[in-house]
């Protein structure tokens, strides 16, 4: 029987099988704990990898300049606390060395759920109800669950603003993801997400599928987004997400020099009132930004003069009324087009 345990113990060290995570209430992030989160600027070619168990996945394309930094803090040292009196954790999320929101949890022994958000200088955005991130304890087989963001906005005169993103959740994995900023174990998701839009001049519906590696404490280390295929589980281009974790930011090795002109998504979007557009420039050059509507009108026209590398150009939206949009950089003797939404 001894020697039963001891081969055993033998050939699961020599084939790197790990135990698989659980991830409960006690063991998401403290106050002052910090994480800073890397996107890819541009659609690339992505590879998601097998699901199952005691996989290895590994993401090679993760060589991108720093953008946001995330904080977790006291829910009553914010200054949105009255908003969401319920908040057991809060997150606040600065963008270029500027703090642009903050998002509000509730963390009890079943699950943790988001209450809503607060932009920085405008209303927060409390939902009708608390939406189901994760549920506790988790891991792999687990049933599927659906997470439902809702807000109702009263306008008066009988008028109402109805927004939906829910998200249906599958627990499809476990093993181990690496990347440039380090190895994590993980339980993987395959996501199924629908938003839409209702006011009562305007109607939006979208849909995406992802996925999403989660370490012990809850945490997104990687979010790999479909964006030319919305519904195929095999998408093959899309957008990355890299977290690295700890109390400072970990800035990752540096890609190759940029040799053509490229543009990415920008973010954040949905958007409210400002986003910013990334792209890549070959050399100093003139850049020009034109954004059209749905309709296909120009609304805003601007021209810049920017040195060769990755560059960023604001986009504000505030006199401009909840829709989608359409953003053209033009550069290099070629132009590329990004679709926005604004959403009020």
Same mark, same amino acid.
């Given at each position: #029987? ?9 050939? /699961?060290? *020599? ?13 998401? +992030? ?19 990898? +097998? ?8 993401? %090679? @394309? ?6 946001? /930094? /995330? ?12 908003? &969401?009196? %319920? ?6 999320? %600065? ?6 929101? !903050?998002? =509000? ?9 988001? /209450? ?5 200088? !405008? ?9 189901? #991130? ?5 891991? !792999? ?6 997470? $439902?963001?809702? #807000?109702? $906005?009263?306008l008066g005169d009988g008028d109402f603003i109805f927004y939906v993103d829910s998200t249906i959740h599958t627990l499809d994995g476990w093993g181990t993801v690496n990347t440039s900023l380090g190895s994590s174990q993980v339980l993987r998701m395959f996501n199924q997400n629908w ?15 992802? =996925? ?19 519904? @195929? ?27 053509? &002109? ?10 409210? +009132?400002?986003? %910013?557009?990334p792209f890549d420039l070959s050399h100093e050059s003139q850049v020009k930004l034109d954004v059209y509507d749905e309709l296909g009108r120009l609304i805003s026209s601007s021209e810049f003069t920017l040195p060769t590398g990755s560059q960023r150009v604001n986009v504000d939206g505030?006199?401009? *009324?909840?829709?989608? =949009? ?19």
């Amino acid at each position: #029987m001894f020697k039963s345990y001891v081969l055993m113990a033998f050939l /699961l060290f *020599a084939f790197g099988a790990f135990a698989q995570i659980t991830i409960t209430s006690s063991e998401l +992030p403290q106050i002052g704990f910090t994480c800073t989160i890397y996107d890819s600027p541009f659609e690339i070619a992505v590879d998601h990898g +097998p699901s199952g168990a005691n996989q290895v996945w590994t993401i %090679t @394309n993760t060589s991108w300049p720093y953008v946001s /930094l /995330l904080t977790w803090v006291s829910p009553s040292s914010t200054p949105y606390a009255a908003s &969401f009196p %319920t908040a057991t954790h809060s997150i606040r999320y %600065t963008y270029l060395d500027t703090i642009q929101m !903050y998002d =509000y949890l509730r963390v009890i022994t079943n699950g943790s759920f988001s /209450l809503g958000y607060a932009p920085v200088g !405008y209303d927060p955005t409390v939902y009708d109800s608390p939406e189901l #991130m994760l549920p506790f304890p988790l891991s !792999y087989p687990h049933a599927n669950w659906t997470s $439902v963001g809702r #807000m109702t $906005v009263d306008l008066g005169d009988g008028d109402f603003i109805f927004y939906v993103d829910s998200t249906i959740h599958t627990l499809d994995g476990w093993g181990t993801v690496n990347t440039s900023l380090g190895s994590s174990q993980v339980l993987r998701m395959f996501n199924q997400n629908w938003n839409s839009w209702d006011d009562p001049n305007y109607h939006y519906s979208s849909q995406f599928v992802s =996925y999403s590696w989660i370490n012990s404490q809850g945490i997104e280390v990687v979010r790999m987004v479909s964006q030319q295929d919305t519904t @195929n589980p095999s998408f093959t281009i899309g957008t990355i997400r890299v977290t690295g974790l700890g109390t400072s930011a970990v800035e990752p090795a540096r890609g190759p020099v940029v040799r053509n &002109f490229a543009i990415g998504q920008n973010y954040p979007n949905p958007f409210n +009132p400002s986003t %910013t557009i990334p792209f890549d420039l070959s050399h100093e050059s003139q850049v020009k930004l034109d954004v059209y509507d749905e309709l296909g009108r120009l609304i805003s026209s601007s021209e810049f003069t920017l040195p060769t590398g990755s560059q960023r150009v604001n986009v504000d939206g505030s006199q401009w *009324a909840s829709g989608n =949009y359409f953003a053209r950089v033009s550069a290099e003797g070629q132009s590329q087009t990004v679709k926005m939404q604004l959403v009020k």
